[in-house]
């Protein structure tokens, strides 16, 4: 085991080194200008699933088929289908395809998982879309990058999430590829300009406007931007500024998604990353302390988010679009680990170092037996266990009430 870390740790130097680019704070523009307009299918500057291959091997055999077996699906679904944007907290097979450190691709991720084999998913078991999907009545959503690129594969929704990925284009960089924000959407319009080809613009318009759209994004903006002082960053933007750089893109971007008539929107805010393990190693936890300093970034953006996500509903004619504040559902989680039945709240359950927080998960023998008593899966995500808590708050607020103003069963019954 010790000789694979030190290999690990090499390859991760190596590929940092290959990787790094020069990172400034801009969006291309060929990027930006295509959002929100009209484009014919061949202009687009976005992997599509037919290039993929280029950039690795095929992984059909590790994607989910769309049918999930364990549980039973009776009732019609609530909605037409669930689109996800976002990054590793909802990423299920994305990265998989691309020339990236950040990587579930290999045991033991997805050991828990209904196959019990890794799909790119960057946990244990389910993500929180996994739980929400069979909650609207609809099967796993495949990722955008790991179906055959037909509209029947994608009627029911696409994944587009992306782990490594932010707001702004070059956040995660130096962990190689991955499909920003903007490119995702972009991605959305591809998938959109499909479903007018083939059924036509007033059903494809029917689907898109009533179907879910979950948004889970931007931590990696601080992890791999601002809390390492990218571009001199830190000077440039007191973090309260920087919170609102990015909320504002946000909510730019889910004005272009209104305007490619999106009316659902789920957008949840940022974990408390201050509390995950690569942060208690970092900053030298005593005895398991959150970070303090980081998750008040976290609560002062969700604070923000929320706000810009009221005024901007208001704005949009006929759009239900609800803030979930993943901060307060997972502080819940922590502060009432107990009741929940977790007994290991600081550790994670996969990795080297103090915490588990110090190397990534990369082997099945840096993995604890049992991850349902841990909080943490690995040094930045969470276990299926606690994914199952959120998606049940997302619902309903079965647990504690995370969403405003609305949970997402009110939006869709
Ligand atoms: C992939 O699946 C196909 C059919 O299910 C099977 O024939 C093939 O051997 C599998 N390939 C690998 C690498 O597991
Ligand atoms: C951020 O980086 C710049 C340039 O590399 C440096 O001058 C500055 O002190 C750093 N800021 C912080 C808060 O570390
Ligand atoms: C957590 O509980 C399990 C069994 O329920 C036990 O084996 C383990 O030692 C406990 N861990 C801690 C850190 O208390
Ligand atoms: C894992 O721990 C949970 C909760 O402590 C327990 O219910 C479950 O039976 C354990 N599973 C195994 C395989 O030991």
């Not at 996994?130 to 696409?158: C, I, K, N, W």
């Not at 006929?318 to 502080?331: L, P, R, T, W």
């Not at 103090?354 to 943490?376: F, L, P, R, T, V």
Request: hydrophobic share 40%; glycine share 6%; charged share 15%.
């Amino acid at each position: 085991m010790a000789m694979s870390v030190v290999v690990s740790l090499i390859s991760i130097l190596v590929a940092s080194t290959i990787f790094s680019q020069p990172n400034a704070m801009s969006f291309p523009q060929e990027l930006l200008s295509t959002i929100g307009t009209a484009v014919p299918p061949s202009s687009s500057t976005s992997l599509s699933p037919a290039t993929s291959s280029i950039l690795g091997p095929p992984f059909s055999n590790t994607s989910l088929s769309p049918a999930t077996s364990s549980v039973p699906r009776t009732a019609p679904p609530l909605v037409p289908a669930l689109f996800v944007i976002g990054d590793s907290s909802v990423d299920c097979g994305t990265n998989n395809f691309l020339g990236t450190l950040a990587r579930a691709d290999r045991l033991p991720y997805g050991r828990d998982f209904d196959t019990h084999r890794p799909t790119g998913r960057f946990c244990n078991g389910r993500i929180p879309v996994d739980y929400l999907a069979l909650r609207l009545g609809l099967p796993f959503v495949p990722s955008y990058l790991g179906q055959a690129g037909t509209v029947e594969d994608m009627t029911h929704g696409v994944n587009y999430a992306s782990a490594g990925a932010g707001v702004i284009f070059s956040s995660g960089s130096e962990l190689g590829q991955h499909i920003s924000l903007t490119q995702q959407i972009q991605q959305f319009t591809d998938t959109y300009q499909q479903f007018i080809l083939s059924m036509g613009e007033l059903a494809a318009t029917d689907l898109i406007s009533n179907s879910v759209f979950y948004i889970s994004i931007g931590i990696n903006d601080y992890i791999h931007y601002y809390l390492i002082n990218v571009s001199n960053v830190q000077d440039l933007y007191l973090p309260w500024s920087f919170n609102e750089f990015l909320a504002s893109t946000i909510r730019e971007e889910l004005k272009n998604l209104y305007n490619l008539n999106v009316r659902r929107m789920v957008v949840v805010g940022l974990a408390p990353i201050g509390c995950a393990p690569h942060y208690l190693w970092r900053y030298r936890s005593n005895n398991g302390e959150c970070v303090e300093e980081i998750n008040d970034m976290v609560m002062e953006f969700n604070f923000v988010m929320r706000y810009i996500i009221d005024e901007l509903s208001q704005g949009l004619p006929n759009s239900n679009i609800i803030f979930c504040d993943v901060f307060e559902g997972s502080m819940d989680i922590i502060k009432n680990h107990k009741r929940y039945g977790f007994n290991v709240t600081t550790d994670a359950c996969c990795g080297l170092g103090k915490y588990n927080g110090w190397i990534m998960c990369i082997s099945e023998e840096m993995a604890c037996s049992n991850a349902s008593n841990h909080i943490w899966w690995d040094q930045f995500h969470p276990t299926d266990a606690v994914n199952a808590i959120l998606a049940d708050n997302v619902w309903n607020g079965l647990h504690t009430n995370m969403c405003y103003p609305m949970n997402l069963e009110d939006m869709v019954t």
